[in-house]
């Protein structure tokens, strides 16, 4: 008698919880995913990582090349092999992409703009983060990771995102190309590296 009771209460909390479940989620928006190529201009518009107040409508990115390189190759092309103690220790490669933002019409000067730590590499199973050392290194101008530009100017940078190969293995991430995404709700934008 008690394993029936048992059973049946099993049964009935599982069923519970499986409408609470659903009652919940159920009107979660998922944010609808747009791929672009490499080479074409994308616009940010309305389109926000966090809160819908970011305000980089206006703005728009341009993916022009990416590489793959070693940590080693990567200090040496920019003469900063003494920086190699200031790389994360699991970081094995550096996936430098060259990117273009340009500002069209957004009146925030100093307010508002690109907050490029909230910028990620994401790939099927996997995604890539700002590596900041390198970042220093390939910008020696820039002064952080956020900026604006004034109306009608645009600025390349060189993003670099660390490849731990304990995590995600270098043959992986050349077999499946992440992305880079430029935004996430209501509309994840993300543009091909190749």
């Known amino acids: 008698m008690k394993k029936i009771l048992y059973f049946s209460l099993i049964v009935v909390l599982t069923f519970a919880w499986g ?3 659903y009652l919940v989620n159920r009107e979660i ?16 518009e309305k389109d926000f990582f966090i809160n819908s107040d970011e305000g980089m409508d206006g703005y728009n990115v ?3 090349d990416a590489e793959l390189v070693s940590v080693e190759n990567f200090l040496q092309s920019y003469n900063a092999v003494e920086e190699a103690e200031n790389i994360g220790s699991f970081t094995d ?3 430098m992409v ?10 925030f000067i100093n307010e508002k703009g690109i907050d490029l730590q909230v910028y990620y590499l994401k790939g099927t199973d996997y995604v890539l983060s ?12 820039m002064p952080g990771t956020s900026f604006s530009l004034r109306q009608g100017t645009d600025m390349e940078l060189i993003l670099p995102f660390s490849v731990m190969s304990s995590q995600t293995s270098r043959k992986h ?19 091909k590296l190749y």
């Open 130 to 141: 700002l590596e900041d050392t390198c970042y220093r290194i390939a910008n020696p101008d």
């Open 29 to 44: 928006d998922l944010p609808v995913a747009l791929v672009f190529q490499k080479g074409e201009e994308v616009p940010i």
């Open 19 to 21: 409408i609470r479940f």
């Open 62 to 64: 341009t993916v022009l």
């Open 173 to 191: 991430v050349l077999d499946d190309t992440p992305k880079l995404q430029i935004s996430l709700y209501p509309h994840q934008k993300l543009i």
């Open 98 to 107: 060259r990117v273009s933002f340009g500002n069209q019409n957004n009146p």
């Open 93 to 95: 490669y550096i996936y």
